[in-house]
């Protein structure tokens, strides 16, 4: 088994930054990809970012590349989502989930946070 509790959404106006994080405990996090999702009201769950077990590579939504970076420290069981110049399409709630399947699919994730909401006002 494997817990995750994601921390740091809050309100920012557009251009701010949050950085997520995702705190993992139980069996062993380095042998998991890492991924972050979101879901805005009316959507279906979208693929944000996603982080090999090594941090040796790494997978975005074209939408948030060059804005966000994923990364991960497997000492501390931690994986981070860096959000830099925010937009009001950013607003959702996002989640971290850990996977030993394909990265940009929600549905090869064993393991799920509860969410962190992120709103991003005009």
């Known amino acids: 088994q494997v817990q995750l509790v994601e921390s740091g959404g809050g309100l920012v106006q557009t251009g701010g930054s949050l950085r997520l994080s995702c705190a993992a405990s139980g069996r062993t996090f380095s042998s998991y990809t890492m991924g972050w999702f979101r879901q805005a009201p009316g959507k279906e769950r979208e693929f944000v970012a996603a982080?090999?077990?090594?941090?040796?590579?790494?997978y975005y939504t074209d939408s948030v590349k060059d804005r966000f970076t994923i990364s991960r420290d497997n000492a501390k069981n931690t994986v981070y989502l860096q959000m830099n110049s925010l937009k009001p399409e950013d607003t959702a709630a996002y989640y971290c989930a850990a996977t030993m399947g394909l990265p940009q699919i929600a549905r090869h994730y064993e393991y799920w946070g509860q969410g962190t909401q992120v709103t991003v006002s005009s």
């Open positions: 982080i090999t077990w090594s941090g040796g590579r790494t």
